[in-house]
């Protein structure tokens, strides 16, 4: 079983839907909990950190539930440009902070 | 803030020859950095933790002769592809953090052809 397990998509939306995104984790000790997007042949950006209360930035909704090991993003009113591979990423903490990345699930937004 | 510069963005090689690819973290200190490895259409795999002033710690199945990482500074973490083979063509890919809550940043890559 992976450590970080996601829908394996690809998603394909129209422009205004509402898309959410799913994960999965193993490790019960991990701390931290991020979602990065990733354009094609570019590295990942921090999308947002997943805070145990639920964090909100604009049209970006992250929730974690520690009790389910599960992590969750929702875009709302998805625009052209939120076409990208969005990854989950947890932290598994030891000496070094690793973090252990989920594969990935691909967003296609058509107009 | 918070920027990690990886360079060179594109390199091709001989097989055979190697290739060093620098990370810097410009505006913070880290005495650790990371060092992934993305196949196309996969997701990224550690490779490597570099460890300022000591040596690094390698991932399972990571060759570490093979992939020679150096952390001579709190701002430079070098990797070395030594004797490249097609195989080790790949999107090689840096991060470093200034602090666990501000997350993670990521070079913008090193997009390794080796023929």
């Known amino acids: 079983r992976k450590e970080v397990e996601q829908d394996p998509g690809p998603f394909n939306v129209p422009e205004g839907a509402t898309v959410a995104f799913n994960c999965t984790y193993s490790?019960?000790?991990?701390?931290?909990f991020f979602w990065y997007r990733q354009d094609c042949r570019k590295e990942p950006k921090l999308l947002m950190s997943?805070?145990?209360s639920g964090n909100e930035d604009g049209r970006f909704t992250a929730q974690l539930n520690r009790a389910s090991q599960y992590i969750s993003l929702l875009i709302r009113d998805s625009k052209l440009s939120d076409s990208a591979t969005y990854l989950c990423?947890?932290?598994?903490?030891?000496?070094?902070?690793?973090?252990?990345f989920g594969s990935g699930t691909r967003l296609l937004v058509r107009p | 803030g918070a920027v990690v510069s990886q360079h060179p963005s594109r390199v091709i090689c001989k097989s055979g020859t190697s290739v060093k690819i620098e990370c810097r973290s410009l505006?913070?200190?880290?005495?650790?950095m990371f060092w992934y490895r993305q196949f196309p259409k996969q997701s990224l795999m550690l490779m490597a933790t570099?460890?300022?002033?000591?040596?690094?710690?390698?991932e399972q199945g990571v060759e570490k002769d093979k992939f020679l990482i150096n952390h001579a500074s709190l701002t430079l973490s070098t990797l070395t592809v030594t004797s490249a083979h097609p195989e080790d063509s790949s999107f090689y890919i840096c991060?470093?953090?200034?602090?666990?809550?501000?997350?993670?940043?990521f070079g913008s890559g090193t997009r390794l052809t080796v023929v």
């Open positions: 991060s470093a953090s200034p602090g666990l809550d501000y997350g993670y940043t």
């Open positions: 490790n019960s000790a991990s701390q931290s």
């Open positions: 997943v805070y145990s």
């Open positions: 990423v947890v932290n598994k903490r030891d000496s070094s902070y690793k973090l252990i």
């Open positions: 505006d913070f200190q880290a005495t650790t």
């Open positions: 570099s460890n300022e002033g000591s040596k690094a710690t390698y």
